[in-house]
């Protein structure tokens, strides 16, 4: 039995976007509060959904919650259109709006997703929903839920300073890959979801929307267009995204994109290819000319 | 005579519980008891004024339960004083720092501030280096440079008498006494102009308190520091402080020079608390 089936029936249907009117409501007022503080985490009911908490129930509220029948959706996993966790919850989504959906991010107006931004910055009237597992980025150095909040409150960030200091202290240079810290609008800090340092540079002074949806943790947060996102760095210290220098996009031939490592099923070979498959597909079909390539 | 006045203390007064008119009446040395017998409220500080000029020790002495720690931890804004004024030279935005917002007060702490406490389990963590400890304080002031951090918290940890192995060794590795010479270093991290020092050296075997105290002594005439040190130890306040207060039931029952109060006491609770400890 498929999804369709299920909603289908003329006796059971589900409302536009499976969220009823209210509990859609009640999200757009916590984002409305997001997005006039910057950064900082405000919750939300978070009820249960058909899928479980943990697999993008936050991104997936706030996309269900903002999604109107002429929108244009793209959801990725891990950069890609293809993975089980972006079909599902394209499948749902779908099933319970009818909207058309993309891979090209230059023509959605909503992209949900979890550990990437498109290669190709998001524009003005794009809203890039992200999907958080820990929206807390103290929580490293703090277990408290009261005294995280009071830390928020009134600024105080020095133990999240040191546990960067005693990262470089022990590596030479701050090993966070992912949640890397960032400050927002000069106030609060956040924990960009799961994306690479690579991304950050896109969330400071864009043109799009970012908003941030934890089910888990029960928050959103939002980074609005044109606002200062700076990842924590010392003076001396320059912050730092990964390294692919001298490597290329086996498919594509892309030199400044992020690549991901893939292993050759039969002989166990690796090579490297863009995270964004979106991107690498309109590279390959020639649709787009790659910005830097080894090959072109 | 010095004549700037670094810490300025009037009327300093805090109670736990709900308090009625009667607890000022009931309370205090004379009474010889701290809790109001008609509401159950402790007062454990009551109109305490007191100066502390530039570069002076002052020294606070009482037995248990008389307030000591209290008074320096509502000064350190650790509790929050129900009563009184404190002024404090260096922030000069509010004639009185006992209301301003919390992050003002943590601005305080971090720049015009340092504090020992009694127990280093207060004063540091565990779960970070010496070194990080050290660089937290110098962090909260806002020193983001890290070449900078690093070298400072080497000097610091030096001047302490802490070995340069120690930087990197987790403080619950180590001795009371070197635990007690981290929260030192830490104190002074930012060059304070006032340190607090709450029961240094109680929990340390005679030697290790020996050297704890001199190395206070030394950094104090070496940086000019204003002190404020806590004590039920007539031999630490002999030794470090120049004024003394003598607090008893949350009251200050006398003031004077150290020298005095040890050789002269006039209240008759300073008479028994010299003669039975010297």
Redesign the interface.
Known sequence: MSLKDLLGGPDFRYNFAFLDEGAKREVRRALLKAVALPGHQVPFASPELPIARGWGTGGLQVTMSLIGPDDVLKIIDQGCDGSVNAVNLRKLLVATTGVRTTFDSREATLMQSRHRLPEIPMTEGQIAVLQVPLPEPLRLVEPSEVETRRMHA???Y??M???L??D???NGSVSLSWGYPCRVNDTYIMSPSPIPRWDLHMLHDSEHLTLLGAGREKRVYAVPPHTSVRPLE????PFTVENFSGMACARCGSTDTFLDEIYDEKTGQPSRVCSDSGYCDLVTQGMIRARQAARA | MRETVLLAATNLGKTYGPGCHECGNLTGPDKGTNICPRCGTVVALRGVTFELHEGEILGIVGESGSGKSTLVQCIYFDQQATEGQLSLKGYEEQENVLHIPRTEKRKIRSRLMGMVYQNPLRGLRMDITSGANVAEKLLEAEIFHFARIRARTAELLASTEIPSAYTDTFPRALSGGMQQRIQIAKALANNPPLVLLDEVTSGLDVSVQARVLDLIRELQRERGISMLVVSHDMGVIRLLADRTLVLKDGCVVEDGLTDQILEDPQHPYSQLLVHSTL
Do not use: L, M, T
Not at chain 1, 234 to 237: G, K, S, T, V
């Open positions: 009134e600024g105080d020095a133990r300073w040191v546990s200091y005693e470089v202290v022990q010392f003076d001396d210290i």
